[in-house]
């Protein structure tokens, strides 16, 4: 009787053991894949399967592995970087931005996108009349006129001291001597030639001559800056560099983007900070903020899929290097495969297919 009570619990224990093995086996041989929508790498179409630039990417690659795998779907970056961390995931298939902290902490693949931070502002839904009104009072215009006025009156003061003893009539002392040089610079400047002030003396015709082609290059190169000033949209023209948008007031960001570390280290601050960057481009459009701090390509991406051309406009700066890349647990086994496959489809004819179809690196 005690015999087979012994046998019992040991054949109990075995299956028990069994049973673990089995559902260890089972969890190491399905991959959980942490995904969160983020176009153009991973969009949710109409029929609820996923579709981009990461998933043309990981298709190939699950291909390759011949492993089952099942997609756990997060609403931020910030989940699936908390799950890697706990090791609740095998791997994310999200672009992630390999960082040194990330580095330290998971095992990061080789980049497959290389991207910047850019900078999107709202395109002016101004008449030409009103933006050539306010910028006609702006001082940027008012700076080209005060440095003309300026050459203006060295030329006409410089004819005045040569001509005021030799042609009093024209050339008159004092205050009004002054202003008869001024006139009689402007007028050959814009070569109207009433003929009402010429010089007679000879320093004064060599003044003269000086002066009529260096007008000729002066108001051929004015006439291009004040033209570019009164009508372009100061904002977008404005931002060429870190220097001009440090003075840019209502920067808008995404959170856990890490677009806020970047505005910190250079002190500067967000006004807003939105939840999807599709949410922060439509404020954009409404003028809710001055300008968008976010990733170039799904920026340039959004713009286009949600028809905003219209009212929001990307500009060429950019910031920063951001390499995207597959991140997995610290030690994963996985790890050295998936970065052998990783490498080997970035290198086929299909990967630049891939981003001709998502960006515009492909073409």
Request: with cysteine.
């Amino acid at each position: 009787m005690l015999n087979c009570f012994f046998r019992g619990i040991i054949f109990f224990l075995l299956s028990l053991l069994m049973m673990g093995s089995s559902f260890a086996m089972n969890k190491s041989d399905t991959l959980l894949v942490g995904v969160h929508i983020d176009p153009p790498f991973l969009i949710k179409n109409s029929e609820g399967s996923y579709e981009g630039l990461s998933m043309d990417l990981w298709n190939y690659i699950a291909g390759e592995l011949d492993r089952p795998y099942k997609f756990i779907e997060f609403s931020d970056e910030i989940g699936i970087i908390r799950a890697l961390d706990y090791e609740e995931l095998d791997l994310s298939i999200n672009p992630l931005i390999n960082t040194p902290q990330r580095t330290r902490k998971f095992e990061v693949t080789q980049p497959f996108y290389i991207s910047h931070i850019g900078v999107a502002v709202s395109t002016s839904s101004q008449s030409q009349f009103r933006i050539f009104v306010q910028n006609f009072f702006s001082m940027a215009f008012l700076k080209i006129i005060a440095i003309l006025f300026l050459i203006l009156l060295t030329f006409g003061t410089l004819l005045w001291l040569f001509e005021r003893r030799h042609n009093k009539y024209q050339f008159r002392g004092g205050f009004l001597g002054l202003v008869d040089g001024l006139w009689w610079a402007a007028v050959t400047m814009t070569t109207v030639g009433y003929g009402d002030k010429a010089p007679k003396t000879n320093a004064g015709k060599s003044i003269a001559i000086i002066w009529m082609f260096t007008a000729v290059i002066i108001i051929s190169s004015f006439t291009a800056t004040i033209a570019s000033t009164l009508t372009v949209n100061t904002l977008a023209a404005s931002i060429k560099g870190l220097s001009d948008l440090k003075i840019v007031e209502k920067i808008g960001i995404v959170g856990a983007s890490g677009n806020e570390d970047f505005l910190a280290r250079h002190n500067m601050s967000a006004h807003y900070t939105y939840r999807t960057p599709a949410q922060a481009l439509r404020a954009l459009a409404r003028k809710d903020i001055n300008v968008l701090v976010h990733d170039k390509i799904e920026v340039e991406y959004l713009i286009k899929e949600s028809q905003l051309d219209n009212k929001v406009q990307l500009l060429t700066v950019g910031f920063e290097y951001r390499y995207r890349s597959f991140m997995l647990p610290k030690g994963h086994p996985l790890m050295d495969e998936l970065n052998l496959r990783l490498v080997d489809r970035i290198q086929q004819p299909a990967w630049k297919e891939s981003l001709r179809k998502y960006t515009s690196k492909g073409e």
